[in-house]
């Protein structure tokens, strides 16, 4: 196939299929014709690579994270794992964008010194803030320390529940002594 049916296949642009191919994404046969442009010849696997191409693309995932999992399967949930933390990031920050830009635009700013001084005023209040907390990681710090003191944890805890259940006992015989010797009195 000539890359302009590959094009119509894969909704990419001709100039999107050499950029992949020119950065290693892809390794089509070609012919240089006599002004040495390279005329390709794809075949069904090339289509199917660059339509996995395009849809890592639209998750944003960079060109450099498809060539690593592209050239070996086992990078693929590294890869996953950091492009999901850079996604969270990016989130955050379009999120602290989002909230100074509606921030600016309630107080119906006039001119370009008002909006730059409402916007100025969101990144003060936000650089104030702390930094976020990274769940993740503390939860694998936390089950690490934890690790080697789980049957402690898991003895004192089945105690603990042996006690109450223990000392609930005695209350209701206790409580049933009681007031079946109220009763009896009456």
Same mark, same amino acid.
């Given at each position: ?17 050499? &950029?992949? /191919? #020119? ?32 849809? =890592?693309? %639209?998750?944003? &995932?960079?060109? %450099? ?23 969270? /990031?990016? *989130?955050?920050?379009?999120? &602290? /964008? =989002?909230?100074?830009?509606?921030? *600016?635009? /309630?107080? *119906? ?8 001084? *409402? ?7 936000? %650089? ?6 990274? &769940?993740? %990681?503390?939860?694998?710090?936390? =089950?690490? #320390? ?34 079946? #010797? ?5």
């Amino acid at each position: 196939m000539k890359i302009k049916e590959v094009s119509k296949l894969t909704n990419l642009t001709d100039k999107a299929i050499r &950029f992949y /191919i #020119n950065n290693g994404l892809l390794n089509p046969s070609y012919t240089e014709n006599y002004a040495g442009r390279k005329n390709y010849s794809f075949n069904e696997n090339d289509v199917e690579v660059l339509k996995k191409i395009a849809l =890592l693309r %639209s998750y944003s &995932f960079s060109v %450099s994270d498809i060539k690593r999992m592209l050239d070996d399967d086992s990078e693929i949930c590294d890869v996953l794992e950091n492009h999901i933390c850079e996604m969270r /990031i990016n *989130a955050a920050q379009n999120s &602290f /964008i =989002l909230h100074n830009l509606l921030n *600016a635009s /309630i107080t *119906a700013s006039v001119s370009l010194d008002d909006l730059c001084l *409402a916007l100025e005023e969101g990144k003060e209040v936000e %650089s104030k803030k702390e930094e976020p907390i990274d &769940f993740r %990681s503390t939860a694998k710090n936390y =089950l690490r #320390n934890i690790k080697p003191k789980i049957s402690k944890i898991l003895l004192i805890s089945f105690s603990a529940v042996l006690t109450g259940i223990a000392l609930i006992t005695v209350i209701i015989i206790t409580l049933t002594h009681l007031f079946m #010797n109220m009763g009896g009195a009456i």
